[in-house]
C-alpha cells in the first residue's frame, strides 16, 4: 500500500508556472488548487509517495 506525504503551497499568479515547476521536479504531484486568503493568491495542495 502506497504511503503519501502531502504539502499545501502558496501560489502567486504571476509565479505559479516556475512553482509548480520546482515542486514536480522533486516529485510532487499537484492534487487541486483553491483560493488563497487574497485575490492575489492561490493555495495548492501536491501530494508524493513517501519515502520509507
Known amino acids: 500500500m502506497t504511503k503519501w506525504e ?3 503551497v502558496p501560489l502567486l499568479i504571476h509565479a ?3 512553482i ?3 515542486w514536480g ?5 499537484l492534487v487541486q488548487v483553491v ?3 487574497n485575490p492575489e493568491q492561490l493555495v495548492a495542495y501536491l501530494k ?3 519515502e520509507s
Open 20 to 22: 509548480l515547476d520546482n
Open 48 to 50: 508524493r509517495p513517501k
Open 6 to 8: 502531502y504539502a499545501t
Open 16 to 18: 505559479t508556472k516556475q
Open 25 to 29: 521536479a522533486d516529485g510532487w504531484e
Open 35 to 37: 483560493p488563497g486568503p
